[in-house]
């Protein structure tokens, strides 16, 4: 098993699917404990596209194929010449587990003992933006256009990444990941609009 260290470097966002009344319009992932959470599905995405992309640019060390043969393929809507059916997905050979707090973080955060527990501290990793739709012809916020989210300040997360049962990846597999890693420079959501920004590492378990 490999570990896959996030570190983020600004406030992120990694949705659940849900809001929090009229005050937020999403909130983020959270853990039975009340942490955050970024799911896994998420990174393998961003770890398969990283690597289609070196791929694609003829980088060293990622051959033609590593992207689909580690991550699998996406399932896609149509498929060509076979009467529209949906084309199914392929599984790859390695599963990436969701990313966490440190295992002795998120202890202490989770322990409500007065002394030595964290939990008081918990609502401090959390932080409320807003923003607002601006009209460009008059110059003020357009009505009902408030959204807010909840994001989490910049911390650490750790995942891991190993093998499928009953399958066999390249030997080589940690490599190929390493290669394209700084391709990916942002995780969760509205990565586009300045949030998530993160270093990635690759790091192999003793």
Not at 132 to 161: F, M
């Amino acid at each position: 098993m490999t570990t896959l260290e996030i570190h983020i470097q600004s406030y992120w966002h990694a949705g659940g699917g849900r809001g929090a009344g009229a005050v937020l319009d999403a909130v983020v992932h959270r853990d039975p404990d009340g942490l955050p959470v970024l799911p896994g599905r998420h990174l393998k995405g961003l770890l398969r596209d990283a690597l289609a992309r070196a791929e694609a640019w003829g980088w060293p060390g990622c051959p033609a194929g590593s992207a689909e043969a580690l991550f699998g393929k996406p399932a896609r809507e149509r498929q060509e010449g076979k009467d529209d059916r949906p084309a199914p997905s392929v599984p790859g050979c390695l599963r990436v587990s969701d990313a966490t707090l440190p295992v002795e973080v998120a202890e202490w955060l989770a322990c409500d003992d007065e002394k030595h527990g964290g939990k008081l501290l918990l609502p401090h990793l959390f932080r409320s933006l807003y923003a607002t739709a601006v009209d460009h012809e008059t110059g003020t916020a357009r009505d009902k256009s408030l959204r807010g989210i909840e994001v989490v300040v910049p911390l650490t997360l750790r995942s891991h990444i190993e093998p499928v049962p009953g399958t066999t990846p390249p030997p080589d597999w940690t490599d190929r990941i390493r290669t394209a890693l700084p391709l990916v420079d942002a995780v969760g959501a509205h990565r586009n609009r300045g949030l998530g920004r993160a270093v990635l590492m690759l790091k192999e378990d003793d």
